[in-house]
Every structure is written in C-alpha cells, then in structure tokens.
C-alpha cells in the first residue's frame, strides 16, 4: 500500500533542500597534522564555527600562503 506525502512534509523537504543549495560551503585545504588552509579569514571561521571549535591562526608551515590566504587550527 502507498503512502500519500502531505504537501506539509514536501515543503519542509523542498525548504531543506533550498536552503542547503543556497549555502557555499567553505573551501579549506588540508596541509596536515590539524594545519588547514583558505582563501580568506571570514571562510576559515566558517569552517572552525561548523565544529563549534574556536579558531587559531598559525605561520604557514610548508611555504608561505599566496596573498590572502590563512593557515589555521580549529583547536
């Protein structure tokens, strides 16, 4: 037997759905042992703020990041 879905649990699932579309997510590069890398401070606290894990920027440590780019911690 079939199910009908109530127009109610379709829109929920069409706002879900739109409102992860709409997102970007933060674009981070993995250097290793916890070092990451991004374009721009305001996408490394993104990516830190995902995990509820505050933020703490380090030197970079392989070479130095072309301009504007962060090497941080989400520690």
Do not use: W
Not at 32 to 59: M, Q, T, W
């Amino acid at each position: 037997m079939r199910h009908r879905a109530t127009p109610l649990i379709l829109l929920a699932l069409a706002a879900v759905l739109a409102g992860c579309a709409t997102r970007t997510a933060p674009r981070v590069t993995m250097l290793g042992d916890g070092v990451l890398r991004s374009p721009s401070p305001e996408e490394a606290e993104a990516y830190c703020r995902n995990f509820g894990a505050p933020l703490r920027f380090v030197p970079p440590t392989i070479e130095p990041a072309p301009k504007g780019e962060v090497t941080y911690r989400c520690d």
